[in-house]
């Protein structure tokens, strides 16, 4: 299986300062990483998909990259409604895999 | 817009069995791959199987093997999971989620489902 690690496990941070969590994986998955985000008690949301392809209606603030083993998730500048657990996900190979979360919370 | 809902919450004994449902709507739902993950509180989300709803076959993690089956309705655009041999370990919130192919990323989630095992 592949295991996806997520550094760091939470964070604070305050309203327009710049977040990055990254996401590794145990060997390499080409492009096939998505970022999910979860609000408490609610189902998780596609973020991005393919590494860095920005699902319609997410906004522009949020971006991904990287390539391989090694991948990040960008928020440009932190909003409120931006709280939450932060997940990504491997789709190369079954068993689909996801990161531990990395919870966001506003300062 | 593209809507999955999944059935209610379940209070199961150990050693039972849960069947949860999560229909498709407004979308061809044979085209696409569902998945199901579930996420223990305070845990990862965690892959558990596949069903492809045109053709039925289904791909199992191999930590639930034997124990969850996958199937579908293609009338009902509904697809099932059941979890049998219930333990405690096994409360969890369960999601369904449909794949998006070509990168097959989980582009839509349904709302999710409480299993508690408890006696």
């Known amino acids: 299986d592949i295991q996806m690690t997520q550094s760091p496990s939470s964070l604070s941070a305050s309203v327009g300062d710049r977040v990055t969590i990254t996401c590794r994986a145990s060997?390499?998955?080409?492009?096939?990483l998505s970022w999910l985000q979860q609000r408490p008690g609610k189902a998780p949301k596609l973020l991005i998909y393919?590494?860095?392809s920005l699902r319609s209606g997410v906004p522009s603030r949020f971006s991904g990259s990287g390539f391989g083993t090694d991948f990040t998730l960008t928020i440009s500048s932190l909003q409120p409604e931006d709280f939450g657990t932060y997940y990504c996900?491997?789709?190369?190979?079954?068993?689909?895999?996801f990161g531990q979360g990395t919870k966001v919370e506003i300062k | 817009q593209v809507q999955l809902v999944q059935s209610g919450a379940e209070v199961k004994k150990p050693g039972a069995s849960v069947k949860v449902s999560c229909k498709a709507s407004?979308?061809?739902?044979?085209?696409?791959?569902m998945h199901w993950v579930r996420q223990v509180p305070g845990q990862r989300l965690e892959w558990m199987g596949w069903?492809?709803?045109?053709?039925?076959?289904?791909t199992y993690s191999e930590r639930f093997q034997g124990r969850v089956t996958i199937t579908r309705d293609t009338y009902a655009n509904t697809a099932y999971m059941e979890l049998s041999s219930l333990k405690s370990e096994d409360t969890a919130v369960y999601y369904c989620?449909?794949?998006?192919?070509?990168?097959?990323?989980?582009?839509?989630w349904g709302q999710g489902t409480l299993v508690t095992v408890s006696s």
């Open positions: 989620a449909r794949e998006n192919s070509g990168w097959n990323y989980f582009d839509y």
């Open positions: 407004e979308y061809t739902f044979t085209s696409y791959t």
């Open positions: 069903i492809n709803a045109g053709s039925g076959d289904t």
């Open positions: 060997q390499n998955i080409n492009s096939y």
């Open positions: 393919a590494t860095s």
């Open positions: 996900q491997q789709s190369y190979s079954v068993p689909r895999t």
